[in-house]
């Protein structure tokens, strides 16, 4: 069921988010593994909308912040406040309880707002006054940047971005895919009335949360292990990275590997799952010498010279390299016999270890609503309680 599922999202969300395919996809592979993701690109290919599309179509509660330099951490997490009718302290929360989140523009805001997000997106809670208050689950962070201006502009630490599982550029559409756009818009698709579309609820948010604990069941070699490791103690030895990848990386590495099995409907790992997103986890945790950048080496260049290097378990001395996954495994996906959101269970798959030396495999809705309130931000709506801009 899992793949299934996975599919019928990722169709849903098509209809309304065109020409980015793999973006997409690996949004999808990092909600279900629990990360959150940094998408990098100019204005106007239409990040807003996948995360406005995925509230919708996930049933899950959307909120938007839009990062400036006079942006406060309380605006982000919330405060503490006095009530003079109950002549008590009272805790509004901020935007950052929900569960999709995207922080438009992050690195317009100063350290300190940006800082506000490190407990958020690593323990999922908020620490306020010397409490801590839990965040909904699933929660899921989507920031962008414009990578075209600096002015007014604060760099993410690398603290900051090691909390992100993928760094993502997105650029400009095909022709071709533009002017699919185009006769889209011409017909009457309006990005801004979600309604129209008529996009459907496929999933519900207990769904997603088994979704993410069954690939966490997914089998993985010791030999696996090795590789990961291997390839991550590579980046720390290469000639043109002065710092390497962290420890977190080989986890995201893990995680995203199991995912990609997953989807794939395998109930282990092959070296083709780690090599997938090697690059979108790796992108954003890397530090070139000096003599690399000036020579116009880009990162994602030393990435693709890691992978081929690194030795693969079964597969001879080299990585080689691995094509990107297609976006849909099917043509279409027939429409649920039933229209109101349900939560079927996700089918579990006892998984077997294969064989050592088995080759791998080649592999908007109006802001601060959603499809259905769940229960855990009940209250989180009311403007009065809201504590920041959403």
Not at 102 to 127: G, H
Not at 226 to 241: E, M, W
């Amino acid at each position: 069921m899992f793949t299934e599922h996975y599919e019928q999202i990722e169709a849903e969300v098509r209809k309304a988010f065109l020409g980015q395919d793999l973006v997409l996809s690996a949004v999808l592979v990092a909600m279900l593994a629990r990360g959150h993701v940094l998408i990098e690109g100019v204005p106007g290919v239409g990040k807003t909308l996948l995360v406005r599309v995925l509230g919708r179509v996930l049933g899950s509660h959307f909120r938007r912040i839009q990062f400036t330099p006079d942006l406060m951490p309380s605006d982000v997490t919330g405060s503490t406040t006095y009530n003079t009718r109950t002549d008590s302290f009272e805790f509004k929360h901020g935007p950052v309880f929900t569960h999709l989140l995207l922080a438009d523009e992050v690195n317009r805001a100063p350290a300190k707002t940006q800082s506000s997000m490190l407990e958020a997106m690593q323990e999922r809670s908020v620490t306020i006054d010397g409490t801590t208050h839990p965040l909904p689950n699933p929660f899921f962070v989507l920031a962008t940047q414009n990578p075209i201006e600096s002015a007014g502009t604060y760099a993410l630490p690398e603290a900051q971005l090691d909390r992100f599982l993928f760094k993502l550029n997105i650029e400009h559409p095909p022709q071709d895919v533009e002017a699919a756009l185009l006769r889209s818009v011409r017909d009457g698709f309006d990005a801004a009335d979600l309604e129209a579309i008529a996009l459907r609820q496929v999933v519900s948010t207990d769904t997603l949360i088994a979704m993410q604990t069954f690939a966490q069941t997914i089998h993985i070699d010791d030999k696996i292990i090795d590789y990961i490791t291997t390839l991550v103690g590579h980046t720390r030895r290469h000639r043109s990275i002065q710092i390497g990848a962290s420890p977190r990386a080989a986890i995201a590495l893990l995680q995203t590997a199991r995912v990609e099995a997953a989807i794939q409907g395998r109930a282990f790992v092959t070296p083709d799952d780690v090599k997938m997103h090697g690059p979108n986890v790796l992108r954003h945790r890397l530090i070139l010498q000096p003599d690399a950048e000036i020579e116009g080496v880009t990162t994602d260049e030393v990435i693709a010279s890691v992978l081929k290097e690194t030795p693969v378990p079964g597969m001879g001395s080299t990585g080689g390299g691995v094509e990107p996954r297609a976006p849909s495994r099917r043509s279409s996906i027939p429409p649920p016999q039933r229209t109101s959101p349900v939560t079927p269970e996700i089918e579990r798959v006892r998984p077997s270890a294969p064989p050592p030396s088995a080759p791998a495999r080649s592999a908007s809705m109006p802001e601060g609503s959603g499809p259905s309130r769940p229960a855990s931000l009940a209250g989180f709506d009311d403007p009065e309680r809201s504590g920041g801009q959403s």
